[in-house]
């Protein structure tokens, strides 16, 4: 029986190793990173329009990839999905930012969208974004119990547009 322990556990520890999520961060100046962050931008290379990331993740499945960025900049705090398919260039997908205010509902809807989104690239959503699908359940919640309230910054694509 210890036997069989000793060798379950290098197993073990070898196919968590295999399960974990592939997830990194582009390091600075690498041609992935200036491609994210050129469409961050929108074109804007003034040394204001400057960010300082607090999280900056990307996972590449087969021919698609999928990035999470959080941090600030000049108008305030944000975060953002981007995805790439194929050759095709980064495009922001997903976002919230300070500003403005949506509704609980609005906002129930768009953080849902991100759990599918992540979900399909076979990612546990917390993985990518810590406390996404609580704070999802928490909108849906907020929505059905106060819907007038208004709960979340501005977003930006997601379910009920094209991020522009």
């Given at each position: 029986m210890i036997r069989l322990r000793t060798l379950a556990l290098p197993a073990l520890a070898?196919?968590?190793?295999?399960?974990?999520p592939g997830l990194y961060t582009p390091p600075p100046g690498s041609a992935e990173r200036s491609a994210i962050l050129k469409v961050l931008?929108?074109?804007d290379d003034r040394p204001a329009a400057r960010f300082t990331f607090r999280t900056f993740k990307v996972l590449h499945q087969g021919p698609r990839a999928l990035a999470?960025?959080?941090g600030s900049g000049e108008v305030g705090d944000f975060e953002a999905l981007l995805e790439q398919r194929g050759a095709g260039p980064w495009r922001k997908v997903w976002g919230v930012s300070d500003g403005g205010s949506d509704s609980c509902e609005a906002g129930a809807r768009h953080y849902a969208w991100a759990v599918r989104l992540i979900q399909?690239?076979?990612?546990a959503p917390d993985t990518?974004?810590?406390?996404?699908?609580?704070l999802a359940r928490d909108l849906a919640r907020q929505a059905k119990t106060e819907p007038e309230l208004q709960c979340v910054g501005d977003l930006d694509g997601g379910p009920d547009g094209d991020p522009g």
């Open positions: 070898l196919l968590l190793t295999a399960a974990a931008h929108h074109g999470y960025v959080q399909g690239y076979g990612l990518l974004i810590p406390g996404i699908t609580a």
